[in-house]
């Protein structure tokens, strides 16, 4: 099974939504990362977070760590048609820089 | 600052044939990361080096992978035999030293097709 589940797989959104997408671990993490992915591209660094409840913003994406830092979520206010690609959750578990990741969540955003 | 660069950009072979991949991490860049991609997953860390040291290798599949930074700046990632398996997107990834602090950079990655 996957060390870090994000969910949904997929989502398709009409511009202006506002959409979630999480990442959860049965493990507590020392750091979550947010990255972005468009097809054939590599990733973009959008957020770490490292301290429990800890939240970030960045233009209209905020990313959250719960208390118990084994779950997070990105937010996105107001989606646009830039907004859309994958989004993968990676954490490091053992305080070093070796990251694991989730599956990915595929954003379509449609106008 | 320029980017991770990464050549070639796709790459098609047949299988048990060999394939080579570079990798040019940023400018005073300590650490490089190989990572494999297969379709409809995350990146898997194939290797880490800290300047011509490999830090972690425990995920390379070593009977067919083989990586090398002989002068801590530029990396080749090898395979050789290719698998139909091998197909996916290889990622290099770059940052300034280990630590959870310390955000990676990514190149564009090498499409690897296996046929």
């Known amino acids: 099974s996957q060390e870090l589940e994000q969910s949904p797989q997929s989502l398709i959104v009409q511009e202006g939504k506002n959409l979630t997408i999480n990442c959860t671990s049965s493990?507590?993490?020392?750091?979550l990362y947010w990255y972005k992915q468009k097809y054939g591209e590599g990733l973009i660094f959008l957020m770490m977070l490292q301290k429990g409840g800890e939240e970030k913003s960045h233009e209209k994406i905020t990313a959250k760590l719960d208390e118990k830092k084994q779950q997070s979520s990105l937010h996105i206010t107001a989606s646009q048609p830039s907004h859309a690609g994958i989004y993968l959750c990676?954490?490091?578990?053992?305080?070093?820089?070796?990251?694991?990741f989730g599956t990915g969540t595929r954003l379509q955003v449609f106008p | 600052e320029a980017g991770v660069a990464q050549s070639p950009r796709y790459k098609i072979i047949e299988k048990r044939q060999s394939v080579a991949f570079w990798c040019n991490p940023i400018s005073g860049h300590a650490t490089l990361y190989w990572y494999q991609q297969i379709l409809g997953q995350g990146p898997k860390l194939l290797i880490q080096?800290?300047?011509?040291?490999?830090?972690?290798d425990s995920q390379l599949p070593k009977d067919r992978f083989s990586a090398e930074r002989l002068k801590g700046v530029d990396s080749t990632l090898k395979i050789q035999p290719a698998k139909l398996e091998d197909s996916a997107v290889y990622l290099c990834?770059?940052?300034?030293?280990?630590?959870?602090?310390?955000?990676?950079?990514f190149g564009p990655g090498t499409r690897l097709t296996v046929t």
């Open positions: 080096f800290q300047n011509n040291g490999v830090v972690d």
């Open positions: 990676g954490a490091d578990r053992w305080n070093t820089d070796k990251l694991i």
């Open positions: 990834a770059s940052s300034l030293g280990q630590g959870a602090v310390y955000e990676q950079y």
């Open positions: 493990k507590t993490l020392y750091g």
